[in-house]
């Protein structure tokens, strides 16, 4: 499995992002899914899961303002950000489940 992650990039506080990342191969559709996000100095964290069935989670942070989701037939999984925050500065990946996948990190920087 091979993940290719896109869509990041810099924006201004109370701006919005949409990450896409496609996956190959054709057991996509039965991983759950999983976008997650390390900021200078810290941990990588969890913040927002997919299962194969469509049900989501959200870390309380991103609560509200983050939306998952996915696309079985293109393969693909969204990460759709609005009303960002500095905060949410970080490099972000998706994760595939199955095997352990990780896509290649994709930089959001929120700043005025």
Do not use: H
């Amino acid at each position: 499995v091979q993940l290719q992650a896109s869509g990041g990039g810099s924006v201004q506080p109370g701006g919005s992002l949409r990450f896409s990342c496609v996956a190959s191969g054709s057991i996509f559709t039965i991983s759950a899914m999983g976008w997650y996000r390390q900021a200078p100095g810290k941990q990588r964290d969890l913040v927002a899961p997919i299962t194969s069935g469509g049900s989501t989670n959200y870390a309380d942070s991103v609560k509200g303002r983050f939306t998952i989701s996915r696309d079985n037939a293109k393969n693909t999984v969204y990460l759709q950000m609005n009303k960002l925050k500095p905060e949410d500065t970080a490099v972000y990946y998706c994760r595939f489940y199955n095997g352990d996948y990780w896509g290649q990190g994709t930089q959001v920087t929120v700043s005025s």
